[in-house]
Protein backbone atom coordinates (compact mmCIF):
# COMPACT_ATOMS: atom_id res chain seq x y z
CA UNK A 1 0.00 0.00 0.00
CA UNK A 2 1.58 3.39 -0.82
CA UNK A 3 1.41 6.14 2.08
CA UNK A 4 0.15 9.34 0.82
CA UNK A 5 2.27 12.89 1.71
CA UNK A 6 1.31 16.06 1.23
CA UNK A 7 2.39 17.79 -2.70
CA UNK A 8 6.46 18.59 -2.77
CA UNK A 9 7.53 16.87 1.02
CA UNK A 10 7.73 13.15 0.67
CA UNK A 11 6.84 11.98 -2.47
CA UNK A 12 8.85 8.53 -4.44
CA UNK A 13 11.94 10.51 -5.27
CA UNK A 14 14.89 8.86 -4.68
CA UNK A 15 17.80 11.22 -3.70
CA UNK A 16 20.75 11.20 -6.42
CA UNK A 17 23.91 12.69 -5.81
CA UNK A 18 25.81 14.31 -8.99
CA UNK A 19 28.75 16.03 -8.55
CA UNK A 20 28.36 20.16 -9.32
CA UNK A 21 30.19 21.63 -11.96
CA UNK A 22 30.63 25.07 -9.14
CA UNK A 23 32.44 22.59 -7.24
CA UNK A 24 35.28 21.95 -9.49
CA UNK A 25 38.53 23.47 -8.77
CA UNK A 26 39.35 25.20 -12.22
CA UNK A 27 35.32 26.32 -12.64
CA UNK A 28 35.40 29.26 -15.07
CA UNK A 29 35.43 32.35 -12.24
CA UNK A 30 32.63 34.27 -14.83
CA UNK A 31 30.18 31.46 -14.82
CA UNK A 32 30.91 30.61 -10.77
CA UNK A 33 29.78 34.19 -10.49
CA UNK A 34 26.68 34.13 -12.29
CA UNK A 35 25.70 30.94 -10.88
CA UNK A 36 26.48 32.55 -7.53
CA UNK A 37 24.22 35.74 -8.21
CA UNK A 38 21.60 33.02 -8.50
CA UNK A 39 21.93 31.39 -5.17
CA UNK A 40 22.29 34.58 -3.90
CA UNK A 41 18.67 35.54 -5.52
CA UNK A 42 17.20 32.37 -4.84
CA UNK A 43 18.22 32.97 -0.87
CA UNK A 44 16.82 36.33 -0.95
CA UNK A 45 13.75 35.48 -2.51
CA UNK A 46 12.84 32.21 -1.26
CA UNK A 47 13.59 31.53 2.39
CA UNK A 48 17.28 31.26 2.35
CA UNK A 49 17.95 34.09 4.33
CA UNK A 50 14.75 33.71 6.66
CA UNK A 51 15.88 30.17 7.00
CA UNK A 52 18.68 31.72 8.59
CA UNK A 53 17.35 35.01 9.96
CA UNK A 54 14.23 33.15 11.95
CA UNK A 55 16.19 31.09 14.44
CA UNK A 56 18.39 33.49 15.31
CA UNK A 57 15.61 36.10 15.76
CA UNK A 58 14.20 33.80 18.32
CA UNK A 59 17.38 33.08 20.10
CA UNK A 60 18.32 36.45 20.07
CA UNK A 61 15.75 36.78 23.35
CA UNK A 62 18.32 34.61 25.37
CA UNK A 63 21.68 36.23 24.25
CA UNK A 64 22.98 38.02 27.36
CA UNK A 65 23.12 41.70 27.28
CA UNK A 66 26.49 43.43 25.23
CA UNK A 67 27.42 39.98 24.41
CA UNK A 68 29.24 39.03 21.01
CA UNK A 69 27.65 36.39 19.40
CA UNK A 70 29.81 34.16 17.00
CA UNK A 71 28.53 32.27 14.08
CA UNK A 72 30.30 30.46 11.69
CA UNK A 73 28.70 29.69 8.23
CA UNK A 74 30.04 26.77 6.12
CA UNK A 75 30.86 27.01 2.43
CA UNK A 76 29.56 30.59 2.79
CA UNK A 77 29.58 30.66 -1.03
CA UNK A 78 29.20 34.42 -2.08
CA UNK A 79 28.52 34.73 1.64
CA UNK A 80 25.14 36.65 1.24
CA UNK A 81 23.87 34.94 4.20
CA UNK A 82 26.62 36.22 6.64
CA UNK A 83 25.95 39.84 4.69
CA UNK A 84 22.24 39.28 5.77
CA UNK A 85 22.71 38.22 9.19
CA UNK A 86 25.41 40.86 10.20
CA UNK A 87 22.67 43.68 8.58
CA UNK A 88 19.82 41.86 10.53
CA UNK A 89 21.72 42.11 13.95
CA UNK A 90 23.59 45.72 13.11
CA UNK A 91 19.73 47.01 12.56
CA UNK A 92 19.08 45.55 16.44
CA UNK A 93 21.98 46.78 18.13
CA UNK A 94 23.56 43.35 18.29
CA UNK A 95 27.09 42.01 18.49
CA UNK A 96 27.14 39.32 15.95
CA UNK A 97 30.49 37.89 13.95
CA UNK A 98 30.41 35.82 11.52
CA UNK A 99 33.87 33.78 10.31
CA UNK A 100 32.83 32.29 6.68
CA UNK A 101 34.40 29.70 5.60
CA UNK A 102 34.67 27.71 2.09
CA UNK A 103 37.15 25.46 0.39
CA UNK A 104 36.68 26.72 -3.06
CA UNK A 105 39.64 29.37 -3.38
CA UNK A 106 37.91 31.44 -6.62
CA UNK A 107 34.28 31.45 -4.62
CA UNK A 108 36.09 32.69 -1.40
CA UNK A 109 37.63 35.54 -3.81
CA UNK A 110 34.29 36.30 -5.01
CA UNK A 111 32.74 36.35 -1.39
CA UNK A 112 35.87 38.46 -0.37
CA UNK A 113 34.62 40.81 -3.10
CA UNK A 114 30.80 40.73 -1.96
CA UNK A 115 31.44 41.41 1.66
CA UNK A 116 33.93 44.30 0.37
CA UNK A 117 30.63 46.01 -1.14
CA UNK A 118 28.60 45.27 1.48
CA UNK A 119 30.90 48.36 3.79
CA UNK A 120 32.20 48.72 6.36
CA UNK A 121 29.53 47.98 8.93
CA UNK A 122 29.40 44.89 7.52
CA UNK A 123 32.80 43.70 6.38
CA UNK A 124 34.26 44.68 9.48
CA UNK A 125 31.90 41.81 11.58
CA UNK A 126 32.58 39.02 8.43
CA UNK A 127 36.00 37.20 8.77
CA UNK A 128 36.16 35.04 5.31
CA UNK A 129 38.69 31.70 5.86
CA UNK A 130 39.72 29.18 2.77
CA UNK A 131 38.98 25.69 4.73
CA UNK A 132 37.40 22.54 4.46
CA UNK A 133 34.45 22.21 6.87
CA UNK A 134 35.68 18.58 7.56
CA UNK A 135 38.90 20.41 9.34
CA UNK A 136 36.80 23.02 10.89
CA UNK A 137 37.23 21.61 14.57
CA UNK A 138 41.00 20.88 14.10
CA UNK A 139 41.55 24.50 12.47
CA UNK A 140 38.88 26.19 15.41
CA UNK A 141 38.39 23.81 18.08
CA UNK A 142 35.68 21.92 19.53
CA UNK A 143 32.52 24.50 20.87
CA UNK A 144 34.51 27.58 19.28
CA UNK A 145 31.59 29.07 18.25
CA UNK A 146 27.76 29.98 19.32
CA UNK A 147 26.16 29.02 16.39
CA UNK A 148 27.06 26.89 13.34
CA UNK A 149 25.08 27.35 10.14
CA UNK A 150 25.05 25.39 6.75
CA UNK A 151 23.10 26.67 4.08
CA UNK A 152 22.49 24.50 0.39
CA UNK A 153 25.82 22.94 1.52
CA UNK A 154 25.06 19.14 2.79
CA UNK A 155 23.64 18.19 -0.46
CA UNK A 156 26.58 18.57 -2.11
CA UNK A 157 27.67 15.71 -0.01
CA UNK A 158 27.24 12.13 -1.63
CA UNK A 159 27.68 9.24 0.71
CA UNK A 160 25.53 9.02 4.13
CA UNK A 161 28.83 8.91 6.33
CA UNK A 162 29.79 12.18 5.28
CA UNK A 163 26.76 13.86 5.70
CA UNK A 164 26.50 12.06 9.60
CA UNK A 165 30.47 13.34 9.71
CA UNK A 166 29.18 17.06 9.32
CA UNK A 167 26.36 17.43 10.95
CA UNK A 168 28.13 15.79 14.29
CA UNK A 169 31.05 18.33 13.21
CA UNK A 170 28.61 21.23 13.42
CA UNK A 171 27.59 19.94 16.36
CA UNK A 172 30.60 19.82 18.19
CA UNK A 173 31.92 23.07 16.76
CA UNK A 174 28.80 25.11 18.34
CA UNK A 175 28.12 25.81 21.76
CA UNK A 176 24.34 26.96 21.78
CA UNK A 177 22.76 25.98 18.33
CA UNK A 178 23.26 24.63 15.10
CA UNK A 179 21.19 25.38 12.03
CA UNK A 180 20.93 23.28 8.26
CA UNK A 181 19.10 25.25 6.00
CA UNK A 182 18.25 23.30 2.64
CA UNK A 183 16.42 21.75 -0.18
CA UNK A 184 13.36 19.77 0.42
CA UNK A 185 14.03 16.68 -2.34
CA UNK A 186 10.61 16.49 -4.35
CA UNK A 187 9.03 15.83 -7.97
CA UNK A 188 7.39 19.42 -8.14
CA UNK A 189 10.45 21.01 -6.80
CA UNK A 190 12.71 19.64 -9.47
CA UNK A 191 10.02 20.76 -12.00
CA UNK A 192 9.55 24.15 -10.85
CA UNK A 193 13.82 24.29 -11.21
CA UNK A 194 13.68 23.18 -14.12
CA UNK A 195 11.59 25.69 -15.67
CA UNK A 196 13.07 28.48 -13.60
CA UNK A 197 16.36 27.81 -15.16
CA UNK A 198 15.20 26.53 -18.75
CA UNK A 199 16.99 29.61 -19.87
CA UNK A 200 20.22 30.44 -17.92
CA UNK A 201 23.26 29.23 -18.21
CA UNK A 202 24.99 25.87 -18.01
CA UNK A 203 26.37 25.71 -14.64
CA UNK A 204 23.55 27.36 -13.22
CA UNK A 205 21.15 25.18 -14.70
CA UNK A 206 22.64 21.87 -13.95
CA UNK A 207 23.73 22.80 -10.56
CA UNK A 208 20.21 23.66 -9.63
CA UNK A 209 18.41 20.36 -10.97
CA UNK A 210 20.84 18.11 -9.52
CA UNK A 211 20.77 20.12 -6.26
CA UNK A 212 17.25 19.11 -5.77
CA UNK A 213 17.74 15.73 -6.44
CA UNK A 214 20.39 15.46 -3.98
CA UNK A 215 17.83 17.00 -1.75
CA UNK A 216 16.13 15.94 1.31
CA UNK A 217 12.49 14.79 3.21
CA UNK A 218 11.85 15.44 6.18
CA UNK A 219 12.17 12.51 7.54
CA UNK A 220 15.38 12.21 6.15
CA UNK A 221 16.52 15.30 7.34
CA UNK A 222 15.10 14.39 11.18
CA UNK A 223 16.78 11.26 11.16
CA UNK A 224 20.18 12.46 9.96
CA UNK A 225 20.34 14.94 12.86
CA UNK A 226 19.02 12.63 15.52
CA UNK A 227 21.99 10.03 15.06
CA UNK A 228 24.25 13.00 14.20
CA UNK A 229 23.87 13.60 18.04
CA UNK A 230 21.70 16.64 17.45
CA UNK A 231 19.41 17.47 20.46
CA UNK A 232 15.78 18.85 20.68
CA UNK A 233 15.42 19.18 16.57
CA UNK A 234 12.90 21.20 15.44
CA UNK A 235 11.97 20.96 11.33
CA UNK A 236 9.98 23.75 9.51
CA UNK A 237 9.95 23.77 5.65
CA UNK A 238 8.03 25.78 3.01
CA UNK A 239 5.83 23.86 0.41
CA UNK A 240 6.13 26.82 -1.79
CA UNK A 241 9.65 27.55 -1.82
CA UNK A 242 11.03 23.53 -1.16
CA UNK A 243 13.07 24.92 1.76
CA UNK A 244 13.46 23.66 4.87
CA UNK A 245 15.41 24.51 7.88
CA UNK A 246 16.83 21.99 10.97
CA UNK A 247 17.50 23.82 14.03
CA UNK A 248 18.97 22.39 17.50
CA UNK A 249 19.62 24.46 20.19
CA UNK A 250 21.39 23.25 23.28
CA UNK A 251 19.67 23.74 26.49
CA UNK A 252 21.66 26.16 29.25
CA UNK A 253 23.95 27.49 26.55
CA UNK A 254 23.68 30.68 28.20
CA UNK A 255 23.35 30.08 31.76
Not at 66 to 71: C, T
Not at 205 to 226: I, N, Q
Not at 235 to 243: A, G, K, S
Request: proline share 3%; glycine share 8%.
Amino acid sequence: MTQRHPIGYNVPMRRRHTPELMDEPDADRGELADSLRFIERVNAGMGGVEALLRPLRAWSAGWPAGRRIELLDIATGAADLPIAAVRWANGRGLDLRVTAIDVHATTLGLARERVGDAGEAVSSRIELIECDAFDAVDRFGARSFDYVHAGLFIHHLESEIRILTMLAIMDRLARAGVIWNDLVRSTVGYWFICLRTMYKAEMVKHDARVSVRAGFSGREARDLAVRAGWDDVRYRWNLFTHRFCLTSQREGAWL
